[in-house]
């Protein structure tokens, strides 16, 4: 157990609404990360965090913002969803200790549709 | 975005035979972790390596970081049907701030019982 949640787990939602997933994480770890998964594509990046209120932009940020206002939460925020980000998103974490800070951790995942 | 060759991309196997991956980069990288994820489930982390030519084990599952830092192998032994999954490999490449991770193309395993 990485000591990541994340919610909701899945979600429908229509085109047009804002959308905001949460990743909570208990390891006091300094980077967290939103990456999105789809086939033929793997694991991309899409927003970053190396610290309260640090974060920065991955491969495919476009229509995605992200807050972080305490070490232990990141959030992702989808504007105005579209049915390209129709997707599984996976928050991660690393950067606990000098020895596993290059060691990232995943979570469990959030399905969203966009309908 | 960049990513790692994995090979094999999938393979079937029969209960019991032991199963060998490995994943190859162009560039060195300072550490390889492996992964499983497992339908409807986030990447878990197997194995991690941090030391060139490092062997290290977990259970049935031994990963060895390749002595020209650009490889990794993966090698299950025993296989048995909750080894079905999909296998990746990551390195993370120091950036500005933080570590980027380049993932590797995955192996899809099916044990047939």
């Known amino acids: 157990d990485a000591g990541i949640t994340q919610s909701p787990r899945h979600k429908v939602t229509e085109t047009g609404t804002p959308v905001t997933l949460r990743c909570h994480q208990t390891e006091n770890h300094r980077y967290m990360y939103w990456y999105r998964q789809d086939p033929g594509h793997g694991l991309r990046l899409i927003h970053y965090?190396?610290?309260?209120?640090?974060?920065d932009k991955g491969e495919v940020s476009d229509g995605y913002s992200v807050s972080r206002s305490k070490t232990e939460d990141f959030l992702l925020t989808l504007e105005s969803a579209t049915s390209s980000q129709t997707s599984v998103y996976f928050c991660?974490?690393?950067?606990?200790?000098?020895?596993?800070?290059?060691?990232?951790?995943f979570g469990e995942g959030s399905w969203l549709t966009v309908v | 975005g960049q990513q790692l060759n994995q090979s094999p991309q999938s393979m079937f196997i029969q209960e019991g035979e032991d199963v060998s991956m490995n994943c190859t980069s162009s560039?060195?990288?300072?550490?390889w972790l492996w992964y499983k994820q497992d339908p409807g489930e986030g990447p878990v982390l197997l194995i991690a390596l941090y030391k060139a030519g490092e062997l290290t084990s977990n259970g049935r599952l031994t990963a060895q970081f390749g002595i020209t830092r650009k490889d990794s192998f993966l090698n299950i032994s025993a296989s048995i049907p909750s080894d079905v999954g999909i296998y990746f490999c990551a390195g993370p490449k120091a950036g500005a701030g933080t570590y980027k991770y380049i993932f590797g193309t995955g192996t899809r395993l099916k044990v047939l019982a």
């Open positions: 965090s190396y610290g309260v209120k640090d974060t």
């Open positions: 991660a974490i690393s950067g606990k200790d000098r020895l596993s800070g290059n060691t990232i951790y």
């Open positions: 560039s060195i990288f300072n550490t």
